[in-house]
């Protein structure tokens, strides 16, 4: 298989859906299905974490399997799903809803440009409803209309980045514990403390 050149490097916590969105945009393509489609790959294995995908699109992208992998939603059967060892169900992984910190996208943008905006794990657990790192209630964005997929953060990102900017302006710090999401994005990330929730 001949390999693109011109990648991304995958940022921590990035699920592969995220990394290929990117590599699509990169790459010039306005749609990660379309642009699978044209490098003769499943979007839609991409998006369910499949393994014989994801190794095609290493190959393809010249990122390492092992990077692909590690913090992917996999399917495991109907409505259950699993990332990093652990096993989540439609009411804990909601793959309909689109949820963002808008301060954390707006970060990215300033630090790594408009290909760093990329998605973070623990965004995609529905427990999940305030950034730990900048205390900020997470941003619902619209339902993905056809031809967007969900699943395709990076372009849903660049679609309704005009409300993202507008949402960081305005976005409030909550005053309240954060100690559930933290611990939330620290679980999922596969980063383990001695607490009694992981003793369960």
Known sequence: MRRLRLSVRPLPGEPA??????????NAASFAQDFCADMNASWRAVSVGEYSELSSMSELTGISLEELQRDTVRVRGHLAYQINGQHLTRK??????????????????????????????????????????????????????????????????????????RSAEAADETKDSLAWETYLASRIRDITADTWCDNL
């Open 92 to 165: 804990s992984l909601d793959r309909g809803t689109l949820k963002i910190c808008p301060l954390c996208l707006l970060e990215d943008l300033n630090t790594a440009g408009e290909l760093g905006r990329h998605c973070r794990l623990e965004w995609l657990l529905s427990g999940y409803h305030v950034c730990h790192v900048h205390r900020t209630v997470m941003l619902r964005l619209p339902d993905a209309e056809y031809p967007r997929c969900p699943h395709d953060f990076y372009q849903r990102i660049r679609d309704h980045w005009g409300y993202i900017r």
């Open 17 to 26: 859906n995220s990394i290929v969105g990117r590599v699509a945009a990169r």
